[in-house]
């Protein structure tokens, strides 16, 4: 599907003069949704070029990323392997039972062992235990993303070339894509989903592993201590965001970055008549597991309001 860009009508920024547009990534693909889709691309067609056919990669029990990759492998002929932080009680849960359909196989492990993801010796013993597997990194982000993730920067300049390009956070690698993309006039500014004092250094590992320099980025923190935490106060903004926009923000990146925008553009951290293209980065079936903790902060009206947008 072709990437579309949505001008977007928001109270706040209407008022100020701030120009808001939204890259609908969540859209480009069925399976892969959003950025992912841009991450695993790139992964799949080295391991084809390879002739890998079994993929192996780590998440946790409501991992967008591991819902991508069984999916969008399977579609593409693949073999799968999802090691999964947390107990097997867990593989009944919707993005596990969809990962399964699609013929992952799911291996649960505890968090001491989940810790060694990035450890050498580990991946080596790995690789010997699967020899023909390209083991990919957790939320896909390898250096074949950052490249990829490159293009969807090209692409959204293709359409008009805004003054800043904001993306939601985790490991660093969509974002780094972004901005080896972004043209010498245009701000990047990426907003962390969690608290991680290293995520600049490999934000910038990345982007010099792509031989560029002297990017003007910037890094903002969207106020969470963790992924699957949220509290009214964004939730009830997804809702009004819902309401106003017609666009559902995802519970984990989204919605903590757009909140956060909301807030700066009010307090006037950006000038009258500048634009910004938000990168919807989709993970919309993330609020699957977040189910319980909507209907505690907001009642079951919130959650069909939500759930109505899913489907």
């Known amino acids: 599907m072709k990437l579309t860009i949505e001008k977007v009508s928001y109270p706040v920024a209407d008022l100020l003069g701030v120009n808001l547009y939204m890259a609908r990534v969540d859209k480009?693909?069925?399976?892969?949704?959003?950025?992912?889709?841009?991450?695993?691309?790139?992964?799949?067609?080295y391991a084809k070029e390879q002739g890998i056919t079994h993929l192996i990669s780590f998440g946790g029990a409501f991992s967008n990323h591991i819902h991508a990759?069984?999916?969008?492998a399977h579609q593409q002929g693949f073999e799968t392997?999802?090691?999964?932080?947390?107990?097997?009680?867990?593989?009944?849960?919707?993005?596990?039972?969809?990962?399964?359909?699609?013929?992952?196989?799911?291996?649960?492990?505890?968090r001491k062992e989940y810790k060694r993801r990035h450890d050498k010796s580990y991946l080596a013993q790995l690789q010997e235990s699967y020899p023909n597997s390209l083991i990919i990194p957790e939320g896909g982000s390898s250096q074949l993303a950052v490249s990829s993730c490159s293009q969807l920067m090209h692409e959204i300049n293709k359409t008009e070339e805004?003054?800043?390009?904001?993306?939601?956070?985790?490991?660093?690698?969509?974002?780094?894509?972004?901005a080896c993309g972004l043209k010498p006039n245009q701000i990047g500014i990426a907003y962390s989903a969690l608290l991680?004092?290293?995520?600049?250094?490999?934000?910038?590992?990345?982007?010099?592993?792509?031989?560029k320099s002297n990017i003007n980025y910037r890094i903002?923190?969207?106020?969470?201590?963790g992924f699957a935490k949220l509290n009214k106060e964004v939730l009830d903004f997804v809702v009004d965001w819902l309401d106003k926009t017609n666009i559902?923000?995802?519970?984990?990146?989204?919605?903590?970055?757009?909140f956060k925008l909301m807030q700066q553009?009010?307090?006037?951290?950006f000038t009258e008549g500048s634009s910004i293209c938000i990168v919807h980065s989709g993970g919309l079936q993330g609020w699957r597991g977040m189910k319980r903790q909507v209907i505690k902060l907001g009642g079951n009206k919130t959650w069909a309001i939500i759930n109505s947008s899913l489907n």
């Open 162 to 178: 805004f003054d800043y390009i904001v993306a939601a956070c985790g490991t660093g690698a969509t974002f780094a894509g972004l």
């Open 81 to 110: 392997l999802g090691i999964i932080r947390g107990e097997s009680e867990y593989s009944n849960n919707p993005t596990l039972l969809d990962a399964q359909r699609a013929g992952m196989v799911l291996k649960f492990v505890n």
């Open 69 to 72: 990759l069984a999916l969008y």
């Open 265 to 269: 553009i009010k307090t006037g951290e």
């Open 220 to 225: 903002e923190s969207a106020g969470f201590k």
């Open 196 to 211: 991680d004092d290293s995520l600049n250094e490999r934000i910038r590992t990345f982007i010099s592993n792509e031989g």
């Open 28 to 45: 480009i693909h069925p399976l892969a949704s959003g950025n992912k889709y841009y991450k695993l691309k790139a992964n799949f067609e």
């Open 248 to 258: 559902l923000l995802d519970p984990i990146y989204t919605s903590k970055m757009t």
